[in-house]
């Protein structure tokens, strides 16, 4: 089992700035992919980016591209992600997720954290 524990969201203007974390715990390895995925209120969750832990290799969504990034921290089993030029849309509740790298979907969840922004 892998434990997944956000923090950082919270209410921004428009344009401004948000970093989200993601501790991860419990049977952590470099087969994981930590990902990135977000719900707006009425919407189907989404993608955001993703990050493979062995390799560093990164996925965005085009949604955000040249405006969020990816990072991890080996030493702190910690993914981050950076947040900028925030739009009214991104408004949604973020999930930090992980799967194994041998599994096509993700099996582990964090709990969530809002992130607002106001225009």
């Known amino acids: 089992q892998v434990q997944l524990v956000e923090s950082g969201g919270g209410l921004v203007q428009a344009g401004g700035s948000l970093r989200l974390s993601c501790a991860a715990s419990g049977r952590t390895s470099s087969s994981l992919v930590m990902g990135w995925f977000r719900q707006a209120p009425g919407k189907e969750r989404e993608f955001v980016t993703a990050i493979t832990w062995s390799t560093g290799s990164i996925v965005y969504a085009d949604s955000v591209k040249g405006r969020f990034t990816i990072s991890r921290d080996n030493a702190k089993n910690t993914v981050y992600l950076q947040m900028d030029s925030l739009k009214p849309e991104d408004t949604a509740v973020y999930y930090c997720?992980?799967?194994?790298?041998?599994?096509?979907?993700?099996?582990?969840w964090g709990q969530g954290t809002q992130v607002t922004v106001s225009s």
């Open positions: 997720a992980a799967r194994r790298l041998t599994n096509r979907n993700y099996n582990y």
